[in-house]
């Protein structure tokens, strides 16, 4: 008994006290927990993070939306009470259409449809089709979405198409000007067309089907918003450009269900402040993608630094 008592009270050694400092994390780690739990609290609802740092590290693989993705929300929903439903916070310039399609069929049947976007400040393309798909859309005067264009290694898919119209009137008309659309046309395969045309009609129709069976199903005039919501999202020419900022005003205007952060001062004091911590992770470490819940379960990739040694 007595040599019981002794091991109980026992000081830790090296070795347990490093497992728990990496419990622990860095001290991003435990400010990023703090604000989770506190948003949590003033929710009362599940909080997944979905955070991209493309903007502090432009050009990084792996920033968009992509398949690698599921891994951390399958890490981020195991354990969690699904009948609490789900505030999913988004920070992201969108990505590949077929993993925002995985991870929206995924996150509806954990949370049978009762998810909530929160955007603090940019859910972009894809990110704007992850919001579509939720029963509505937290946003504060400074957030914005962005236009459904798929892009293929950068180009847009609308753009393309567009350019192709355009060559193809124009020669119809004026057929001297075969030589001027030539060598324009000549950088797409006929293949690429025909793929930026079904990257559009997917995209576009994966929005209204989202949009009818969740924002939108119980709503009276549910076929004209969606069909308005659609062609001011997907319609290239109407929003002109792929970054785009449609702010919360304009969203709201075309139909989507928005509710404003400004409406409740703890709310938004307690969104705002997890995405600044977020935003301070991204600029001060390595991380360019987290996906992390309330309880602190995290899936972090990082940035490799590359050492270039110079001769001195």
């Known amino acids: 008994m007595l040599h019981k008592l002794m091991k109980e009270d026992s000081m830790p050694n090296w070795n347990e006290l490093l497992n728990e400092v990496n419990a622990l994390g860095s001290a991003h780690d435990v400010l990023r927990r703090k604000y989770l739990n506190q948003l949590h609290q003033v929710t009362k609802r599940n909080i997944i993070v979905y955070c991209s740092g493309w903007l502090q590290k432009q050009g990084v693989t792996g920033a968009g939306i ?38 929206v069929d995924y996150l509806r049947q954990m949370f049978k449809g009762d998810i909530r976007a929160i955007v603090p400040q940019l859910a972009m393309s894809g990110g704007t089709m992850i919001s579509c798909a939720c029963k509505s859309i937290l946003m504060g005067q400074q957030s914005s979405l962005g236009p459904v264009d798929p892009q293929f290694n950068g180009i847009p898919a609308h753009g393309v198409l567009e350019e192709f119209k355009r060559a193809h009137d124009e020669i119809r008309v004026d057929p001297s000007k075969i030589p001027v659309w030539q060598p324009i046309i000549a950088k797409y395969s006929p293949a690429f067309i025909g793929e930026c045309q079904k990257a559009v009609s997917w995209s576009e129709i994966l929005v209204r089907e989202w949009l009818a069976t969740g924002m939108l199903a119980e709503d009276e005039k549910r076929d004209e918003k969606i069909e308005r919501i659609v062609e001011e999202l997907t319609n290239h020419a109407l929003s002109l450009s792929h970054a785009r900022h449609l702010s919360p005003a304009t969203c709201k205007d075309m139909g989507l269900r928005i509710e404003m952060l400004e409406d409740d001062q703890r709310l938004q004091d307690a969104v705002l402040s997890l995405h600044h911590v977020y935003m301070l992770t991204m600029s001060q470490t390595a991380a360019f993608k987290i996906i992390e819940n309330h309880n602190g379960a995290a899936f972090i990739k990082v940035a490799q630094v590359q050492v270039v040694r110079t001769a001195g």
């Open 66 to 103: 992509n398949d690698e993705d599921k891994n951390g929300f399958m890490n981020a929903v195991n354990g969690l009470d699904r009948s609490l439903g789900l505030d999913l916070v988004l920070h992201t310039p969108g990505g590949e259409t077929a993993a925002t399609e995985s991870l």
